[in-house]
């Protein structure tokens, strides 16, 4: 029943979030029912098409899972976005210190690298807000900032690319790319759809396993639901507390090995669009269930999708779109979660 | 550096210094009233726009921030009926206005200007060249005045540290918060237009450039209190003005970390390293009752 009930409230959320944001287009004089259109055929109209949802796909279940581990003990990570910032420059450091490095290393050590620095660029929050008090909220959001900082001190530094006028790091030494050995890549070879896909469904798999069918996800989910029978019962809410977060900015930082080593092959500045904030509305749709977080990835990377395809299609319709979409579905769907459909029912018998 | 350089240097400081100041009150309004402000960038954002794009209509930049302050108003008012309406969570309404702000901004500028960039460039009638200045050292005098002294104000502190203490004496929590809400959106939505039409002359795409963040550092920095916290957004103007002026030239500490010494300066000011830093007590909390 709890299950139906968030269900239909993720799905009414969802549908009149997007409801809203095509009447929103009818008021720029486009045609609402073409909009729609072009956003569903945008994901499925060729395998590359396919290929690109997958790629944002692949991305946002790592950002949704940073989001929902913290905040099953009780925390806020809104540092994704600086989080995969460092994972992702690490790996390409990586690349480019030890070029020559081949397989199965070189991207075991990259990917191990930048896990370890997305990690540390979690846990120091994580740490603040269990050992002094600080808000986690805003210490990863200042985070973010700084991550941007040292990416762009990189880039347009040490790392700098010398053939390319684009602000991006030098290319990664090519044992570090999965494409030789990648299936997923050979189904869909023009788009940037990666190994890393199945790497993010099982962690998003074993993070549901984990969470709901060991003694270590009881204890960090009682710390989240209630603090103080927790701390009754003896559990280390601390330790949780930090723990989720290092695990959560691991996570996050996997998105380089999508975008890296899966695809690019580099760091480009500006590369994620948001993955980290949109992370937020993944969980929230997919209600902080691992598995749903799957689902819930595939709509907004379709929706990532679609919003590009209606810059060319449209006359008034951008890419930012997308971020229209997304912010209208966030506030419809938090907004379906907290009314009590019960106090509708009494209000609509009343008048 | 010598006698001059300084001087310029400080007074663009002072001058960067004016959307953060508007903008660290606004978030001040709403964060010492109970609610979490990170909407901020998103108010500032929605300011520039509309007080460029009236000032750019009208010719007159007074009107442009009276617009930008309307803006900054609806949007708040949004959220104000998410967070304190329907009881979403602050954080995740306040991620989705700024996203709101993001997307809607660059839309207004396709359709009215059939571009996704900037707004054209303001003639010299319709911008300001230093009436902002004396507006924000204005608003410092009435917000401490305000703030510390009047009834009202102390409703504000009250709704944020002892809600239920409140509602005993008859004021509203909810209706305290609405309206500091909507004012924190007009004062960080004026704050966005002194972008637009005082520190250049037009808007541009993402031209907050995380200013509401940096104002949002600012009042944390400056412990919640109306005047640490105008030190800090001068503060924080300063590095900026810094971090422009060592643009041009090759200098020895990289632009990128002066850049990021607001945000570190927050984080070590917010891990109690710089004395106590203690965010007001009912932050983050909804209200149920009044």
């Known amino acids: ?351 | 550096m010598d006698q001059e350089n300084l001087i310029s240097l400080l007074m663009s400081s002072l001058r960067v210094a004016v959307p953060l100041i508007f903008a660290a009150y606004g978030g001040l309004l709403s964060e010492r009233s109970g609610v979490i402000q990170i909407a901020l960038e998103g108010f500032l954002l929605i300011g520039a726009l509309a007080g460029a794009v009236t000032a750019h209509y009208t010719g007159s930049a007074w009107l442009g921030v009276l617009a930008a302050a309307a803006a900054g108003l609806t949007l708040a008012a949004v959220k104000a009926f998410f967070v304190l309406k329907l009881k979403v969570d602050q954080i995740i309404a306040g991620t989705a206005i700024n996203l709101l702000a993001f997307g809607v901004a660059p839309f207004v500028t396709k359709v009215l200007f059939d571009s996704t960039g900037s707004t054209p460039s303001l003639p010299i009638e319709a911008r300001f060249s230093s009436a902002p200045i004396f507006m924000a050292a204005a608003l410092s005098l009435i917000m401490t005045y305000w703030f510390h002294k009047t009834r009202s104000g102390l409703s504000v502190q009250f709704a944020g540290e002892a809600p239920e203490a409140l509602a005993v004496a008859g004021t509203s929590v909810l209706k305290t918060r609405w309206l500091s809400l909507m004012a924190c959106g007009a004062l960080a939505g004026i704050g966005g237009s002194t972008l637009s039409t005082y520190l250049s002359s037009a808007y541009s795409p993402n031209m907050t450039g995380g200013r509401g963040f940096i104002a949002l550092a600012a009042l944390i920095f400056g412990r919640w209190k109306p005047i640490p916290t105008l030190f800090a957004c001068l503060f924080f103007g300063f590095t900026d003005a810094l971090q422009i002026r060592l643009q041009g030239i090759n200098s020895a500490i990289p632009v990128q970390f002066i850049q990021i010494l607001p945000y570190l300066f927050t984080v070590i000011a917010l891990a109690g390293f710089f004395g106590h830093s203690r965010a007001p007590k009912a932050l983050g909390q909804s209200f149920d009752r009044g």
């Not at chain 1, 199945?198 to 270590?216: E, F, G, Q, R």
């Not at chain 1, 948001?274 to 749709?285: H, N, Q, R, S, T």
Request: net charge positive.
């Open chain 1, 1 to 351: 029943m709890k299950m139906f009930s968030s269900l239909l409230r993720s799905f009414l959320g969802f549908s009149v979030g997007l409801c809203l944001a095509l009447a929103l287009t009818a008021l720029a004089g486009e045609n609402p029912t073409h909009v729609l259109s072009v956003l569903l055929h945008s994901s499925f109209g060729s395998s590359y098409d396919f290929g690109l949802v997958l790629f944002y796909t692949t991305s946002l279940i790592f950002t949704g899972l940073a989001v929902c581990l913290p905040f099953q003990a009780g925390l806020f990570n809104i540092g994704a976005e600086g989080q995969l910032t460092m994972g992702a420059l690490t790996m390409a450091a990586v690349g480019i210190l030890w070029p020559q490095l081949g397989l199965p290393w070189a991207p075991l050590l990259a990917v191990s690298a930048g896990f370890s620095v997305a990690a540390l660029w979690g846990f120091i929050p994580g740490w603040l807000r269990a050992s002094r008090g600080s808000h986690e909220v805003i210490v990863t959001m200042m985070f973010n900032f700084i991550a941007a900082g040292i990416s762009s001190y990189f880039v347009v530094g040490a790392l700098k690319s010398v053939e390319s006028q684009n602000p991006e790091t030098a290319s990664v030494g090519s044992g570090y790319l999965f494409k030789d050995f990648d299936p997923l890549h050979a189904l869909s070879p023009d788009s940037p759809v990666n190994i890393s896909l199945v790497i993010a469904i099982v962690l998003a798999v074993i993070t549901w396993l984990v969470l709901n069918k060991s003694l270590w996800g009881y204890e960090l989910k009682a710390v989240g639901q209630s603090p103080d029978a927790a701390s009754t019962a003896g559990i280390n809410a601390k330790k949780y507390k930090i723990l989720s977060m290092l695990i959560a900015g691991g996570f996050a930082g996997l998105v380089g090995m999508n975008e890296i080593l899966g695809s690019a092959g580099k760091f480009r500045l500006g590369f994620s669009p948001d993955y980290g904030f949109v992370g937020i509305a993944v969980a929230l749709l997919a209600r902080n269930n691992p598995l749903g977080i799957i689902f819930s990835a595939f709509l907004f990377g379709a929706l990532q999708k679609g919003a590009t395809d209606l810059d060319l299609e449209t006359a008034t319709i951008t890419r930012d779109f997308a971020k229209i979409l997304q912010a209208i579905i966030i506030l419809a769907v938090a907004g379906f979660y907290s009314v009590q459909f019960l106090k509708v029912k009494k209000w609509i018998k009343k008048t």
